[in-house]
């Protein structure tokens, strides 16, 4: 096998079969055998004395070959009991709490198997409206989705992957502000990415500087209109903040809606390259282009024909994997064969440019891009035609938009979507992403530092003499090629990385592959961090121009201002400040306890009897909690170990808001069986006095006090911030890539 070594720790950490005690019990082998011979067993299907085995045989070596390689799910599920093997599923939330709720009951069945969802919420009557059943007043769209992401939290803790959620709303929606705000914060509503569903009556309106109307989902009448120049305004100045909300252009979903009779697309999945119905799913893989490459006399060139039989291929596997597929509602088996949606995209693709010596940001690259994805596209729609004649064509083929033309077995072939961990199990760049960083520092468990370096990257650099780990550390601390003196320029001119490619560039290759894909193109368009709000309102009006369905963009730490790094540069011959993986020094220690204190204690009633919580606090601020329990028991130790892990905190600077949100709501069944609780559990008790002793010193001091946050000791290192997020597995940098965020290192990531 092809498989290297980055690879084979990110396939055992995070794909291989495990016990009970978390050991794996098979091989990297052995799990692509269990993946090939699960997904060829569907061609008995169709025909009963089919050789499976030798298909089976095609598909392993294809995959080993990292050839095509299928979305996670599959590669984690085939042949296993779960056997749920698809990525993207779109789920309807209508107005009604039965529906919404049984949209949130499905939607943790599908993470608990995998895959991802997307919503569109545009249904929900707006907040305010009166709810005629009961005479109360509906709370909207907003608070609804709040409710779906602490599900998603919930599901999410036990799962082999993170539950990831698209949540959409119509441009012409009521409560259309307020959505655009709904992740004003970065740490609300983290388990969604959020897009405004953008119609081409508000882009004329845009364009032409008019007012458009706002339309209650409920009654369909008009509830308002909005300039929509500053409506437009607003979403691009919080895309600058801090990446969100995306737009998706809703007209042009539906005019590709191969099946308009079955209704509209009304949302995509998490990453924004799959529209769908409401209950379709969709099988997603990937062709890795640099393994579609031959060497010749001039260097590297397409080999057109090898490309040819890996989408025949890959088509005829994700067809497969429609039937062997265990879906995880009834609903959504059904919907899915009727259309029997594939998505057939690439990755790889700026590691191909490298080795043809075509830079990314150039025209020849676009233009280049056009013809490779409409190569694939149509042979895996010829392969599609053959695979009907023997099998039949879709369900919903004679109603949809080629019937009169030869049959397909699939209604759409092709997406574009992000591949941060397969594209690490493949050894190549992410989808169509230009290469992030061609060189970073992995820090390993012991210490030590590792250079990670593009491959393609170290094998020219080898081949002319120029290689050495000094020159990498010099290309990680810049992060680019551009000013490295050592560089050749004909090779910098190649090996640009994602803030080397200008905004125009990121779109007009979007452009590019969106125009031959049927579904849509997950992409990511990253803006170093003095970028502007007119920028970022340039590169939303040309993906509108060049036709593209929706887009993403990224300005560089505009969602990391909370993590904090050592302010300045470490000095020669200077003993580093130690950190944490997310950057977090770890060598601060909080403040001693002051000789004289201030305090309150309070009785609070708890299931297992009375604690008394007592608050202290000095000129700084509150310092210290303590609790006692009293005659009826309880958890002392319990109560006690919270009460020191929250006077620390408190005199190590950390905020009483994020104390008081980490301890606030916790439940005890011992507290919520009896009735008339101010609290719910001993640590709620703990948060409410702290509290109420805030409040109590906030009244008696100056609006300019900062005695609610305390203060650092004077002997603490300065803290600054730093523009970057790092991995919560393994401390490396983050990327913004394909809509979602994922870790290079590791194969972390955020929805894929």
Request: aromatic letters at 6%; hydrophobic letters at 35%; glycine letters at 8%.
């Given at each position: ?58 598909f ?14 599959t ?5 296993r ?12 939330v ?34 305010g409206?009166?709810v ?19 599900a ?117 999945n ?25 060497k ?17 291929d890959?088509v ?28 057939l ?26 013809k ?6 149509e042979t ?29 077995r ?8 992000p ?26 468990m ?10 393609v ?39 640009v990385?994602s ?38 309102q ?78 202290n ?32 905190a ?89 809509g ?13």
């Amino acid at each position: 096998m092809k498989i290297g070594k980055n690879a084979m720790t990110v396939l055992e950490r995070r794909y291989l079969m495990k016990d009970e005690e978390g050991k794996n019990i098979e091989t990297v082998e052995q799990l692509f055998w269990r993946v090939a011979r699960a997904i060829a067993e569907a061609d008995r299907h169709f025909d009963s004395a089919a050789d499976t085995e030798a298909l089976a045989g095609r598909f392993y070596e294809m995959m080993t070959n990292l050839e095509f390689l299928p979305n996670s799910p599959t590669l984690m599920n085939a042949g296993r009991e779960l056997g749920q093997l698809s990525a993207c599923f779109v789920l309807p939330v209508g107005d009604s709490m039965e529906e919404i709720f049984e949209a949130i009951k499905q939607a943790a069945l599908i993470h608990k198997s995998g895959g991802g969802t997307g919503f569109s919420f545009s249904r929900l009557r707006p907040s305010g409206s009166t709810v005629r059943t009961t005479g109360g007043v509906a709370s909207g769209p907003i608070s609804f989705m709040r409710v779906f992401n602490m599900a998603t939290e919930a599901v999410k803790q036990g799962g082999t992957r993170r539950g990831a959620n698209m949540g959409i709303l119509r441009i012409d929606h009521p409560d259309i502000l307020n959505f655009i705000d709904c992740k004003k914060d970065n740490a609300d509503i983290t388990n969604f990415n959020i897009s405004v569903g953008i119609t081409e009556e508000f882009m004329h309106a845009v364009q032409h500087n008019n007012t458009f109307k706002l339309v209650d989902p409920k009654t369909k009448q008009p509830a308002g209109e909005l300039d929509a120049r500053e409506v437009f305004t607003k979403i691009v100045e919080s895309a600058w903040r801090n990446g969100e909300p995306g737009i998706i252009f809703l007209d042009r979903l539906n005019r590709d809606n191969v099946v308009p009779s079955q209704g509209e697309i009304e949302s995509t999945n998490p990453c924004g390259e799959q529209p769908l119905l409401p209950y379709e799913s969709c099988n997603l893989g990937s062709i890795n282009l640099v393994n579609m490459l031959k060497k010749t006399g001039k260097g590297y060139a397409i080999d057109y024909k090898k490309l040819e039989k890996t989408a025949r291929d890959a088509v005829h596997f994700l067809d497969n994997v429609i039937d062997v597929n265990k879906y995880p509602l009834e609903e959504i088996d059904f919907t899915t064969k009727q259309t029997r949606k594939i998505g057939l995209g690439v990755m790889g693709w700026s590691d191909m440019l490298a080795y043809m010596g075509i830079p990314y940001n150039s025209e020849e690259a676009v233009e280049l891009a056009g013809k490779v994805m409409k190569f694939i596209t149509e042979t895996g729609r010829a392969e599609s035609i053959e695979l009907a004649k023997t099998r039949g064509p879709f369900p919903l083929f004679n109603e949809s938009i080629f019937a009169g033309g030869p049959p397909l077995r699939n209604a759409t072939i092709t997406t574009i979507a992000p591949t941060g961990t397969l594209s690490i199990i493949a050894g190549c760049s992410s989808g169509v992403e230009p290469v992030f960083a061609y060189v970073f520092i992995r820090n390993v468990m012991d210490g030590t530092e590792m250079i990670e370096v593009n491959p393609v990257l170290r094998e020219m650099l080898e081949e002319r003499g120029l290689y050495s780990d000094e020159l990498m550390k010099k290309i990680a601390a810049e992060g680019t090629l551009a000013h490295i003196e050592e560089i050749p320029e004909d090779i910098k001119r190649v090996f640009v990385s994602s803030h080397d490619v200008s905004p125009l560039y990121h779109v007009k290759m979007q452009a590019a592959f969106q125009k031959y894909t049927d579904n849509a193109v997950s992409k990511t368009v990253n803006f170093k961090h003095d970028a502007t709000v007119e920028d970022v309102q340039e590169v939303y009006m040309l993906a509108y121009e060049l036709d593209c369905k929706g887009v993403t963009i990224y300005r560089d730490g505009s969602r990391d201002s909370q993590v904090l790094n050592i302010g300045s540069v470490k000095k020669e011959g200077e003993t580093p400040v130690e950190t944490d993986p997310e950057g977090y020094p770890t060598n601060i220690r909080p403040r001693p306890r002051p000789e004289i204190t201030c305090g309150l204690t309070e009785r609070m009633k708890i299931g297992c009897g009375n604690l008394y919580v007592t608050v202290n606090y000095d000129e700084t601020g509150i310092c210290e909690v303590f609790t006692s329990t009293g005659k009826a028991g309880g958890c002392p130790s319990q109560s006690e170990a919270t009460a020191r892990l929250v006077s620390i905190a408190l005199r190590s600077g950390i905020s009483i808001d994020e104390i008081l949100d980490q301890l606030r709501g916790i439940r005890c069944p011992s507290t919520i069986r009896h009735t008339g609780m101010k609290c719910t559990s001993c640590p709620d008790a703990i948060a409410r006095v702290i509290k109420k002793t805030a409040d109590m010193i906030a009244a008696q001091k100056p609006a300019s006090s900062a005695i609610l946050e305390p203060k650092k000791a004077p002997e603490q290192p300065v803290i600054v911030t730093k523009h970057s997020k790092f991995c919560p597995d393994c401390g490396s940098e983050l990327e913004h890539e394909g809509g979602c965020v994922s870790c290079r290192s590791c194969g972390y990531s955020k929805c894929n």
